[in-house]
Every structure is written in structure tokens, then in C-alpha cells.
């Protein structure tokens, strides 16, 4: 079962313009144990033109491993975070 974490901006706290800026997939490989999990990571976002409805460009890939599953999901979400480098150029800075 992947986590799926989505990100959404909501300028100004107005709904009606809310979007998607980002997607944050974390899937387990089926490598690990019952105990320990072993997830493949990507976040994905939209196109260089900025449409937000369009979620197909991988920014960054990585690997968390070793994960002791116990911790629960929000832990697996923080540690996906550490992992991916988070010093890319995001094209939806405002």
C-alpha cells in the first residue's frame, strides 16, 4: 500500500483558488520485513508552466531503507522528507 501525500496552496485561505503544487508518493519495494520497510520515494509536480493540473514531472527520486514501520506513518512521511533533497529550484514560488 503507497502513501500518497498531497500538497495544496490556498492563497489567501481562498478555497476557489486552491492547487496542487506537489505530490509526495512513498512506495514499499517489498524488500524489508514485518518490522523493517524499505520505500522507493518521488515527488512529483507540475510542468514547468506552472499547470497544476498536470502532476506527471518527477522533481526528485530517492530511497528510504531500514525504516522501522512501528514508528507509524507520519514518521514515514517526515523521514521521506530528510531524504529527498529539498534545495530544488520550485517553479511555483510566489
Known amino acids: 500500500m503507497p502513501i500518497r501525500v498531497t500538497m495544496e ?4 485561505g481562498n478555497e476557489k483558488k486552491k492547487f496542487v503544487a506537489g505530490v ?5 519495494d517489498g524488500t524489508g520485513t514485518k518490522a ?5 520515494l518521488k515527488i512529483t509536480g ?5 499547470d497544476s493540473s498536470v502532476m506527471n514531472e518527477f522533481w526528485e527520486r ?3 531503507e531500514g525504516f522501522e514501520r512501528k ?3 507520519w514518521s514515514t512521511v ?3 522528507l530528510l531524504k529527498l533533497k529539498t ?6 514560488k510566489y
Open 36 to 40: 523493517i520497510g524499505n520505500y522507493d
Open 62 to 64: 530517492a530511497r528510504l
Open 46 to 50: 507540475p510542468a514547468q508552466d506552472g
Open 78 to 80: 517526515k523521514e521521506a
Open 24 to 28: 509526495l508518493y512513498i512506495e514499499n
Open 71 to 73: 514508528r507509524g506513518w
Open 9 to 12: 496552496i490556498i492563497p489567501h
Open 87 to 92: 534545495d530544488y529550484d520550485d517553479p511555483l
